[in-house]
């Protein structure tokens, strides 16, 4: 029998970085996203959204959300280009 939806959209609730044993580093000057604001396959499969890519002042940056991210290591099999390696925490 599926579980019961009580309260939808309710996801944000459940800070996932508890979960974490080992925890994502990102290793700028290897990113493509913050050398020419292209890839984006680390933001595309992170599970938890735990990833934000953002442009300011002509600048890209990223930034990890350890309240969210879980340590399933998704993002950095993903990256091209070892701009991400995992650490334990
Ligand atoms: S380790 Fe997993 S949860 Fe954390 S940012 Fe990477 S893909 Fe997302
Ligand atoms: S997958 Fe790698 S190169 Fe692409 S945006 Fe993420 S960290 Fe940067």
Same mark, same amino acid.
């Given at each position: 029998m599926a =579980? +019961? $939806?009580i309260k939808p =959209? +309710?996801? &944000?609730?459940?800070? &996932?970085g508890g979960w974490r044993s080992k925890r994502p580093i990102h290793i700028p000057e290897k990113c /493509? %996203?913050?050398k020419n604001g292209t890839c984006g396959l680390c %933001?595309?499969?992170c599970p938890d959204d735990a $990833?934000? /890519?953002e442009e300011k002042d002509g600048e890209y940056v990223h930034i990890? *959300?350890? *309240?969210?991210?879980k340590g399933c290591g998704i993002c950095a099999e993903q990256c091209p280009v070892d701009a991400i390696k995992m650490e334990d925490e």
């Open positions: =579980g +019961n $939806i =959209g +309710n996801a &944000t609730e459940y800070k &996932t /493509l %996203w913050v %933001w595309i499969f $990833i934000r /890519l990890y *959300d350890y *309240d969210y991210c």
